[in-house]
């Protein structure tokens, strides 16, 4: 397989992290280049579920080698805690599978604080985050008085400098009436953190680039969605990183001439967690796919906002992110449905649209224009080959295809590895 960037088309969770787990196999090295802990990425496997934060799906796999790259940002506690996790279910985790660049940002207990009393701030104009304090983090970052991972190998002066911030913070949250930080507590956790991980530390652009020189082949994980994009996506209801394929490149220090090959990764029809514009919101998509326990987020657990799928999304996502395939995930969720209902331009004030608005307040006031197209009715479930697809559900993925004009490699018929169509 060739160096391979995986990009969400929609609003994140997508699927990429199950993508990502069925194309582990013909890869080397798996690497996280953007975004935190809150990403959460579900993968089945043996009939095992396991969620992933900040770790690359890949570690599943034995014999593989994962990169956290410089332009994730780290929660230390959070990321022990994670390798834990993977250690209860089984999944060691040792330096030589998990390679930490030395540059990505610390994610520490006030950017959570922060992160908290802005959206409180906002009031109903709030993000709907997902209250991990990436935005403060990569506005630490941003504005240079970030700190990076390699402070984790600095232990007194990562002591003095929590110290002092806490302080610092606590003096805004007691301000604003927020619960403060226990300053002891949490440094003792900081610095346990900063212990157990200094072994995970290296260069990962030179580590990456010593891998592309010996022939091994890369697969970028990306995190979140190209419309929670800071630059793409609906601003400001986005994360705070490119989690468009150009992030993969300067998240992990590779060229962009090292890239072969992108794969979109898109729901059969469109999700969102948290707030903004979403024009194919359909709330009886919303109940039917959550009275099938379908739909509720991997990371905060709350029920994902369902609408129809959307082509002028995915037709710009195409622009931006160039895909050389699309993947399309859960396909079965529509199984049930007699009509199902495509969106291929948007309304905004009787001007027709074929691609998105650039303002979230233009993006608000758009409705969608629909082509329907007829059901499959049947269980897709157990099919074991895309040439078993019935007519009417290879008919929906002609048209997604034809539209972008893009091919469909892979499509997704249940959450486990084994549900997944190869084209
Ligand atoms: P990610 O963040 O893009 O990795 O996606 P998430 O894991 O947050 O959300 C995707 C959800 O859909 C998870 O619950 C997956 O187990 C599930 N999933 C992925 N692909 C399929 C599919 O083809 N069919 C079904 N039924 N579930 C899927
Ligand atoms: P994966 O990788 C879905 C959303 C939040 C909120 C906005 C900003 O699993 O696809 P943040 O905490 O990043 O400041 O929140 O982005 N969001 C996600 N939605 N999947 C994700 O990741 C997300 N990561 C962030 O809900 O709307
Ligand atoms: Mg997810």
Known sequence: MANTIIVGAQWGDEGKGKVVDFLTEQADVIVRAQGGNNAGHTV??????????????GILWPGKSCVIGNGVVLDPVSLVEEIRGLADQGIAVSPDQLRISERAHLTLPW?????????????????????????????????????????????????????????????????AGEPTIDIDTTCRAVLAAAAFL??????????????????????????????????????????????????????????????????GVCKAYTTRVGEGPFVTEDDSLSDRLHHMGREFGATTGRARRCGWLDLVLLRYAHMVNGFDALAVTNLDGLDELDRIQVCTAYDLDGVRLETPPSEVE?????????????????????????????????????????DLGTTISHVGIGPSREQTLVC
């Open 44 to 57: 089945i496997s043996d009939g095992r579920k396991f969620v992933l934060h900040l770790i690359p799906s």
């Open 111 to 175: 950017h959570r604080g922060l992160d908290r009393l802005r959206e409180t701030g906002l009031g109903s104009r709030r993000i709907g985050t997902t209250g991990r304090g990436i935005g403060p983090t990569y506005a630490d970052k941003a504005q240079r008085t970030g700190l990076r991972t390699s402070a984790l190998r600095q232990p007194v002066r990562l002591a003095a400098l929590l110290n002092e911030r806490l302080q610092e913070n606590n003096r805004l949250l007691e301000a």
């Open 198 to 263: 200094e072994p995970f530390l290296t260069d990962t652009t030179v580590y990456i680039h010593r891998q592309i020189e010996q022939g091994r082949r890369l697969l970028f994980e990306g995190a979140q969605g190209t419309y929670l994009d800071i630059d793409h996506g609906t601003y400001p209801f986005v994360t705070s990183s490119n989690t468009t394929a150009g992030g993969a490149c300067t998240g992990s220090g590779v060229s962009p001439r090292r890239i072969d090959r992108v794969i």
């Open 362 to 402: 233009d993006w608000e006031r758009c409705t969608p224009c629909y082509e329907e197209l007829p059901g499959w009715r049947t269980s897709l479930s157990d099919l074991t080959d895309i040439k078993q697809l019935p007519p009417r559900a290879r008919a929906y993925l002609d048209f997604i295809a034809s």
